[in-house]
């Protein structure tokens, strides 16, 4: 069974804009699945439609084969959303927060003050647990959203944007737990901007754009069809203009960083030929990280610059 | 794994929206009880005391004892009104209504929790009230059943219409609107300082097409067995307003009207 089975969904808003122009997309059970896309490709819409917070213009959202327009309550009770703003009560407090998030969901309040505890101490706010969440930091803040979405230990977690704006260390505690969730068992669904993220973490992968899925592939086939890698190599001493080597993009990022761009198929001999006649020393070398930036930059420039051609 | 729905789990869900109001009611306790309270005790002193011993009597009993069934739903129906309007408007405001809307709970317990709420509060103010007129005039309930059905039903009445009013309004002062140019004059022409009979001729027709009037009436002939209206008519208004609003609620929560986008 799917966790997710979405099929011809649209949705043009009241002003006319059209921000799903009828999606497909499944997503396996037990799967983490990345739905990446720039500003305005219509992410948080298709999250909004799937936790019934948007109404869908056309098409149909299943989530465990449950129809989330025509059996809401069942649906929902399925989904647990970590939405891309903070959206709890700031005056009160973490535990009740969260003690309050289970009750909406039928959870017994004995079993969700357990829950809460179990919940703020792995992700440590336990604390905070007890003080007005206004008081705590954004990346607190972040993290409480994510413990008030399992309290109800959803079989689908849906996660917009989770670590946006949190330091690196704040962000590899929150990956380690949503690692966790999904291992244990729970359906994983995230957006985010931070594309290292997405290949560190999913398995699969849909990238939206303008409202179209323009790629929906495992992570592992989708860096695959890249053709072109680049890697930076740090110099032993400034240079003032980058060496130039037939079939190579190379770019001089700074005065001791050079940035070598070549097809897979290419041997870097003579690249290194190149730097050694020119007396260039190589002081050390690595893959440039962000592969999957670099595939879909260009998978979501295609698009526009196809629908550009059309307007012309 | 993850919960279903059923009955227990709505029950469940319905009494922690009404926990979270009573505590929200309570924890800004200074804003939300003792207000009414002191602003009673100022129209006990002023118009119960002061003036109303130049008034003398009025519908047939001393003028303090007949402002006091008055006062009191005066401060049912400003309460009810205004617990759900910010209680509701807040959490629209602040978008932790996203809470409940993506929670399995239908739109009925929805409104149900919110009610109860403002109900509840607005029974606490009464009873204030109550114990405050109890210093000013020496009272004894009439009708119980009518007094306590008249409180419930109009207090629901008016948490209905502040939930249309909250979900409507876009900013705060949106909340305010309806109670400062709608509610507080119906409800000050609606016989909570003086008997219908005293209008002449044509005013006195024009009060009876007020709702409020029935209400505070009805209440009056609970606590002291008079009315300026009959009683039939008088519940057949309160249960009819309930109604309907009750079903205009309903479909703007269905339809998501200023919730869902």
């Known amino acids: ?312 | 794994m993850s919960v279903d729905v059923s009955a227990t789990s709505y029950w469940i869900g319905y009494k922690t929206i009404v926990i979270k109001e009573l505590n929200r009611i309570l924890r800004i306790w200074p804003q939300t009880l003792i207000p009414p309270a002191i602003t009673m005790t100022l129209y006990f002193v002023i118009f119960g005391q002061l003036i109303g011993r130049r008034i003398g009597e009025m519908g047939g009993m001393p003028y303090m004892d007949f402002i006091v069934p008055g006062l009191i739903m005066l401060s049912v129906i400003t309460n009810s009104y205004g617990n759900i309007t910010s209680s509701f408007f807040g959490a629209k405001f602040g978008r932790h209504i996203e809470e409940l809307l993506i929670s399995p709970l239908p739109p009925i317990l929805i409104l149900a929790g919110y009610v109860s709420g403002a109900l509840f509060r607005a029974l606490m103010v009464g009873a204030l009230v109550l114990v405050v007129a109890a210093f000013f005039s020496d009272l004894s309930i009439q009708h119980w059943g009518i007094t306590i059905a008249v409180v419930v039903l109009t207090s629901i009445v008016f948490a209905l219409g502040g939930f249309i009013n909250a979900t409507f309004a876009q900013k705060f002062d949106d909340i305010s609107i309806i109670p400062t140019f709608v509610l507080q004059p119906m409800t000050y022409l609606g016989g909570v300082f003086f008997s219908v009979e005293l209008l002449p001729g044509v005013w006195e027709n024009i009060a009876l097409a007020n709702p409020i009037l029935y209400m505070v009436n009805a209440f009056r002939y609970g606590m002291l067995g008079v009315s300026d209206v009959p009683l039939a008519p008088a519940f057949a208004i309160i249960i009819g307003f309930g109604l309907v609003l009750g079903a205009i609620c309903l479909t703007l929560l269905k339809r998501g009207t200023g919730l869902r986008t």
């Not at chain 1, 960083?257 to 050694?276: I, Q, Y």
């Not at chain 1, 610059?305 to 012309?312: D, F, I, R, S, T």
């Open chain 1, 1 to 312: 069974m799917h966790a997710l089975d979405v099929s011809n969904l649209k949705k043009t808003y009241k002003n006319g804009v059209e921000a799903l122009k009828g999606i497909d997309l499944k997503v396996e059970e037990g799967d983490f699945f990345a739905l990446l896309g720039p500003n305005g490709a219509g992410k948080s819409t298709l999250i909004g439609i799937v936790s019934s917070l948007v109404n869908a213009t056309g098409g149909e959202t299943k989530v465990f084969g449950i129809s989330v327009q025509k059996d809401r309550s069942r649906a929902m009770a399925q989904i647990g959303l970590v939405p891309q703003e903070i959206n709890f009560n700031q005056f009160e407090k973490p535990f009740e927060i969260c003690v309050n998030q289970a009750g909406y969901y039928g959870v017994p309040r004995s079993i969700a003050k357990e829950r809460a505890e179990r919940y703020l101490k792995q992700l440590q706010l336990w604390d905070k647990a007890f003080r007005p969440s206004r008081q705590m930091s954004g990346g607190m803040k972040r993290r409480l959203l994510i413990a008030r979405a399992m309290m109800h230990e959803p079989k689908l977690l849906i996660l917009d944007e989770p670590t946006a704006g949190v330091d690196i260390e704040i962000r590899r505690s929150m990956w380690e737990f949503i690692e966790g969730i999904n291992v244990a068992g729970t359906t994983v669904i995230l957006t985010t901007h931070y594309l290292e993220e997405a290949e560190n973490l999913c398995r699969n992968i849909a990238i939206i754009d303008h409202g179209r899925i323009v790629e929906n592939t495992t992570v592992k086939k989708l860096l695959g069809k890249l053709d072109i890698e680049t890697f930076v190599l740090d110099l032993g001493a400034p240079i003032d203009e980058a060496p130039r080597v037939e079939g190579m993009e190379i770019v001089l990022r700074d005065p001791t960083t050079l940035l070598a761009s070549l097809p897979k198929s290419r041997s870097l001999n003579a690249l290194f030929t190149t730097l050694e006649a020119r007396d260039i020393q190589v002081k050390s070398m690595r893959n440039k990280v962000n592969r999957l930036e670099e595939l879909f930059l260009r998978l979501v420039e295609k698009p526009q610059a196809a629908e550009e051609g059309e307007a012309a």
